[in-house]
């Protein structure tokens, strides 16, 4: 049997054209997992963009700095380590005016602000040095309430993000954090990190997820409870005119980590 | 045949080399994995809710899958919740979640993973659930 040229051509192209319909229909069928199947959780909090005040004058004593910053690095699993200062791994922690707001310092200012410490965190900046330096992604700032998020799936380690933060926000893990952690401490609802990440505050998306309040925040409304005032950090919405935050902004004195950058950090500080 | 000694002995050692590897560690067949389900969570439920997110054809094909999915849609979308093909919701989360059932880490994941010599570096930073040693 020979076939002609032209029966030879119908039956090529008939069969590519079904084998395309084909790979197509089978594809589809394949994904049974959609994007449409996931969704946020009814009971979260949500912003616009999060914004935190640091006031002060509402921490009396060294260990209610203290109190914040082990509430956060306990909840984190943030370890513990004392024995280098360049592989300390810091979420939360606290900083003299000159390295705080270098720029702006003045001999006879008076001494008590000299030593005072401030209490540092991410920025979760408007604009993050930090997110346009990743050569990954792994850090980005997400569209829905401007956190400064890190995926730690995606980090290959390479500190670009520390060069780029102005703020000093980030650490790199140049050992294995596991030996460093506490086991009978540790939070079991929360990752740790391997070798080789950066990792820095994360403004706590898991517990904003879940309703919480950053575990920071509550630290501080237990500190204040403690010296009968106010809570010395104030977490809200930036873009919120109601928020709480937005009214401290509009009738208080703040200052924010050098803003001459052009980061929009959304940490403010009242001295 | 030229120099037949010497080929010979080439040819035993070749040989020899070749099949060392099944003389020395012996032809019997690796123990089929045996993956188990009886954790004390997943017995306290009722015969009828002791069902994963997916059915369990799909969990056996797709779990890696999902777990990839659900992994970008809580850090980099935001979103923590999951409902499955029978409208079921469920909070995304391999520590949380998924080892909240399958507390048997060693028993579950590792008993198919090991058989396969498949390395996921989920437990380098997630901490699994504390198992007793037996």
């Known amino acids: 049997m020979s076939v002609n040229r032209r029966d030879f051509l119908k039956i090529v192209s008939m069969s590519t054209i079904l084998s395309i319909g084909g790979v197509a229909t089978v594809g589809s069928l394949k994904n049974h997992v959609e994007a449409s199947q996931n969704s946020k959780s009814p009971t979260a909090l949500t912003a616009k963009r999060w914004a935190m005040v640091v006031d002060m004058s509402k921490f009396k004593a060294e260990e209610d700095y203290r109190k914040c910053i082990d509430a956060c690095h306990l909840s984190h699993n943030v370890p513990h380590i004392t024995d280098n200062p360049k592989h300390e791994i810091k979420w939360m922690w606290t900083e003299t005016y000159e390295h705080a707001f270098p720029g702006n310092e003045d001999v006879y200012r008076a001494e008590k602000f000299q030593h005072m410490p401030f209490l540092m965190l991410c920025n979760h900046c408007e604009n993050p040095s930090c997110v346009r330096v990743c050569p990954t992604q792994a850090t980005f700032k997400r569209k829905s309430d401007g956190i400064v998020m890190m995926d730690m799936h995606r980090c290959i380690g390479c500190r670009f993000c520390m060069a780029g933060c102005p703020y000093g926000a980030r650490s790199f893990n140049f050992k294995n954090p596991g030996p460093f952690l506490d086991e009978a401490k540790e939070n079991p609802e929360f990752p740790k990190r391997m070798k080789g990440v950066v990792e820095k505050c994360t403004l706590c998306y898991e517990r904003l997820a879940k309703g919480l309040l950053p575990a920071c925040v509550e630290a501080a409304k237990e500190i204040a409870a403690k010296n009968g005032t106010t809570p010395g950090l104030i977490f809200g919405d930036l873009e919120d005119p109601n928020s709480e935050v937005r009214k401290i902004l509009s009738e208080r004195f703040t200052i924010r980590r050098k803003p001459e950058l052009g980061t929009g950090p959304s940490v403010y500080y009242i001295i | ?134």
């Open chain 2, 1 to 134: 045949m030229y120099n037949g000694g010497k080929i010979l002995i080439g040819l035993i050692i070749f040989v020899g080399l070749v099949t060392f590897p099944f003389l020395y560690g012996g032809v019997k067949a690796t123990a089929k994995p045996d993956p188990k389900i009886d954790t004390p969570e997943i017995l306290k439920m009722a015969e009828k809710e002791r069902k994963c997110v997916e059915s369990k054809a799909f969990m056996k094909k797709e779990h890696m899958q999902l777990l990839n999915d659900w992994r970008d849609w809580v850090v980099r979308d935001g979103n923590t919740i999951y409902t499955n093909a029978e409208g079921k919701t469920f909070t995304m989360s391999l520590q949380n979640t998924c080892m909240k059932c399958h507390s048997n880490k060693s028993k579950f994941c590792d008993e198919c993973h090991n058989y396969t010599a498949v390395k996921p570096y989920c437990w380098d930073c997630h901490i699994a659930p504390k198992e007793k040693k037996s």
